[in-house]
């Protein structure tokens, strides 16, 4: 075999297959477009919060239209995710939970929980509680709980 032969039939193939690599190890590559540099130069607090946007949405969109059943899950769920520390957002989903709680004395006790989540749902409860109940638009939840009506029963003092 000719030194010419041995390189045409033993290089040839090496340099295509270094070739053929090279292209698909480009075309398998995560894409590195604007996007992905400008989610990439956030702070951790915004990519987590990036994150989270889906479960939020799933939430929102069964507390809106959702059944007693899937809310029930949906709380259940974003309770299980969300840590200690995100107070605001726990309050909020107790309060979801307590206002299609059909128990006066399980909506004490939710209510309660969502003032010891965000000290600031205690003074501003019905407030809160009549805002969520804007956005539910099916029954029940889409009215204002017998807990905030006085007399029907008493509130207890937090």
Partial sequence: MTTSAALKWGLGPLVLAALAAAVGHGRSAPP???????????????RK??????WLATANASWAFGSLDSVKRAFRTEID????????????AFLRFGIVDTNP????????QA?????YDCDHLKER?????????????????LYFIPGHPPVPAF
């Fill in 32 to 46: 590195a477009g604007p996007l992905v540099a400008a989610v990439a130069a956030r702070p951790e607090a915004e």
């Fill in 49 to 54: 919060a990036l994150e989270e946007a889906p």
């Fill in 81 to 92: 995710r969300l840590p200690e520390t995100e107070g605001a957002w726990r309050a909020r």
């Fill in 105 to 112: 004395d399980g909506q004490a006790a939710v209510f309660a």
């Fill in 115 to 119: 003032c010891a989540a965000d000290a």
């Fill in 129 to 145: 509680v009549e805002r969520e109940i804007k956005v539910r638009f099916v029954s029940p939840g889409n009215y204002l709980p």
